[in-house]
């Protein structure tokens, strides 16, 4: 079997080789070649130190670039595709994500990618392509190379209350949940469905983190640093501001805003109708039910750290920020829900709270949720969740599903992994 991982940090990339390690276990007399590209120098170092097959692939796809600088060139001025594929495309996320990172140097970085990562596939003839979220240029490039070529792919990430997302179509609303989730009268019995408590985490070592900064800060702004991994650290250099409100206390039915990680891919490719936080809490202010009062609750990597002009409109308008109350005592007490696509919309969807999903998401199935289609339908969706009741049956059936299909049980991070067994089985049974 061969298999062909993408990773990003170093917590990611132990997840992989436990990966690689079940597969031996269970299948002793089969010979497992598991092969890893990290998109940074800390998930590069911790399979190198381990002695394992590690590649820091930005770097590698970029001295190809600046290498080959003029073959690339020439591409640019006279195509829109090679081999096969609309490069530019692949420039979108990380355009939005700074727009002052060089435009022509990441078109070279996504032609160099398309070579490197096909001469990867063509050399290596893998079964398997496993990519950690599918938004990242690298990523995207590998899996559109092995559609191409036929390579069965399978998307990892992070899911919600120790559970990893595992699938076949994407992760987020790529997610083929979203499809299946439709007939909420044909599901199996859950296999288990209960929250648990959270298990020990898995303790990184403070040097990867540190070596990951100091290459950022030190090399972020040189020509020699790749352009795809520029300004992609976001919570690492944003300037704290002062909160200007922490009170929780209202006389007023409570409408709870959640604000989650900016410029992020759910903001970037899954956000249809706004595309900054200080838009949806402008529109949400706007377009409030008469007689209550909103507050909204921080990303805990993002506290004061937002646009500026998200506070600006905050003081303004005297509206509240809490980040103090425990974020289930927040949900509970308020009336209902607001979410662009964040996590929290599903843990508030489990505490049968009514959730407004303004953005696309994995569980914005109208059975369990309101959703909105349009952004002018804004205001009538706020009126509506007012009265609305979520119906517990179909939460239940909901989320017998969705752990019926996509989420497994136990974290990327955990000390004790469990979900790289079950991932393990699965490529074996697959293959």
Same mark, same amino acid.
């Given at each position: ?160 209350? *120790? ?10 609303? *790529? ?90 891919? *759910? ?165």
């Amino acid at each position: 079997m061969k298999v062909i991982s993408f990773s990003t940090f170093d917590k990611h990339s132990r997840f992989y080789l436990d990966i690689e390690k079940q597969l031996k276990a269970n299948r002793p007399s089969e010979t497992v070649n598991f092969k890893m590209y990290s998109i940074y120098l800390s998930g590069f170092l911790y399979a190198l130190l381990r002695l394992k097959h590690s590649n820091w692939i930005p770097v590698t796809s970029w001295f190809n670039a600046l290498k080959h600088r003029q073959k690339y060139l020439n591409l640019l001025s006279t195509t829109k595709t090679y081999k096969g594929l609309k490069f530019k495309d692949f420039c979108k996320f990380h355009v939005a994500l700074n727009k002052s990172t060089s435009q022509q140097d990441l078109q070279l970085q996504a032609l160099a990618y398309i070579d490197l990562i096909d001469h990867i596939f063509n050399t290596e003839q893998p079964d398997y392509l496993i990519c950690l979220g599918d938004s990242r240029m690298s990523i995207e490039i590998a899996i559109a190379l092995a559609q191409l070529k036929q390579i069965k792919v399978y998307y990892i990430e992070q899911g919600p209350f *120790n559970t990893t997302f595992f699938d076949h179509k994407g992760v987020n609303a *790529n997610i083929s949940f979203r499809e299946q989730a439709l007939n909420l009268e044909n599901t199996k019995t859950p296999k288990k469905t209960e929250v648990q408590q959270a298990p020990k985490k898995y303790r990184r070592s403070p040097i990867y983190r540190a070596l990951d900064m100091a290459l950022m800060y030190s090399l972020q702004k040189t020509k020699i640093y790749p352009p795809d991994v520029k300004y992609t650290d976001l919570n690492s250099y944003r300037a704290k501001r002062k909160n200007p409100d922490t009170t929780l206390h209202t006389e007023k039915p409570m409408v709870l805003l959640i604000l989650q990680v900016p410029l992020d891919v *759910n903001m970037i490719y899954h956000s249809p109708h706004f595309k900054s936080h200080t838009d949806i809490v402008s529109s949400v202010y706007a377009a409030l039910p008469k007689n209550t009062d909103l507050v909204i609750r921080e990303h805990p990597l993002f506290v004061g750290k937002y646009e500026a002009s998200l506070y600006q409109l905050v003081k303004d308008h005297h509206i509240r920020i809490d980040n103090i109350s425990s974020l289930k005592g927040s949900i509970e007490s308020s009336k209902f829900v607001v979410v662009n696509n964040s996590t929290v919309g599903l843990e508030a969807i489990f505490y049968g709270k009514t959730v407004v999903v303004l953005g696309n998401a994995f569980y914005d199935n109208s059975e369990v949720c309101l959703k909105l289609k349009e952004k002018t339908a804004l205001v009538e969706l706020l009126e509506k969740a007012m009265n609305h009741k979520p119906d517990p049956l179909k939460i239940d059936t909901f989320k017998t599903a969705l752990y019926n299909s996509v989420l497994l049980q136990g974290g990327i991070t955990d000390q004790h992994l469990k979900s790289t067994k079950t991932i393990a089985q699965h490529l074996l049974n697959d293959k």
